[in-house]
């Protein structure tokens, strides 16, 4: 059975830092790109950032380029959100989800504000 666990979420001030965790199992973890997602209440669930399978390459969307940091340890079957410079606007419900499996983690909460 395929079950994604994230953790790390709080509760931090503009400007400050988290990071975040997903531990995998029930699949082959390298073989598969790693995503985070999140959603924020009344809005619709948005792409963070990926890391291919096996390479660890990243790839981000643009409003976190330069803020966050995407990585994985294929040996722990773990994915890391590090996130730095938060804003108020990254608030929501952080997920990790394998791409291509039809699964997803309970999510952590991450709240920015003053």
């Known amino acids: 059975q395929v079950q994604l666990v994230e953790s790390g979420g709080g509760w931090v001030q503009p400007g400050g830092s988290l990071r975040l965790s997903c531990v995998a199992s029930?699949?082959?973890?390298?073989?598969?790109?790693m995503a985070w997602y999140r959603q924020a209440p009344g809005k619709e669930r948005q792409l963070v950032a990926q890391?291919?399978?096996?390479?660890?390459?990243?790839i981000y969307e643009d409003f976190v380029k330069g803020r966050f940091t995407i990585s994985r340890d294929n040996a722990k079957n773990t994915v890391y959100l590090q996130m730095n410079s938060l804003k108020p606007e990254d608030t929501a419900t952080y997920y990790c989800?394998?791409?291509?499996?039809?699964?997803w983690g309970q999510g952590t909460q991450v709240t920015v504000s003053s």
């Open positions: 989800h394998a791409v291509g499996l039809a699964y």
């Open positions: 029930g699949f082959t973890f390298s073989r598969y790109t």
């Open positions: 890391v291919i399978g096996n390479s660890g390459v990243p």
